[in-house]
């Protein structure tokens, strides 16, 4: 079994800044892309961030210039730092990650149970 757990979130005033964490455990033998989504009420779920095993990262053009992502590898974790924080940032946030469970099995997506991040205008 795999479960990825998401820690963090919180409220914050706009402008200010909050991170997020996520750990995946459990049987794994690789992982491969991690990243964040987002989903604000009466809303889809959007991307926010991801990041590749090899640490090359990807945005939302909404989110670029203020948010951060970042990984451990070894610890099999991932993470966002939000700066600047906007009230329409306002959304749970849902860790992802791309996980091999054995060595010659195929990937699949696993997903966190989200956190909540409130920002107050």
């Known amino acids: 079994q795999v479960q990825l757990v998401e820690s963090g979130g919180g409220l914050v005033q706009a402008g200010g800044s909050l991170s997020v964490s996520c750990a995946a455990s459990g049987t794994i033998f690789s992982i491969n892309a991690m990243g964040w989504y987002r989903q604000a009420p009466g809303k889809q779920r959007e991307l926010v961030a991801t990041i590749s095993s090899g640490g090359v990262s990807n945005y939302a053009d909404s989110v670029k210039g203020r948010f951060t992502i970042s990984r451990d590898n070894a610890k099999n974790t991932v993470a966002l730092q939000m700066n600047s924080l906007k009230p329409e940032d306002t959304a749970v946030y849902y860790c992802?990650?791309?996980?091999?469970?054995?060595?010659?099995?195929?990937?699949?997506?696993?997903w966190g149970r989200g956190t909540q991040v409130t920002v107050s205008s």
């Open positions: 992802t990650a791309r996980i091999r469970i054995r060595i010659l099995g195929k990937e699949n997506d696993y």
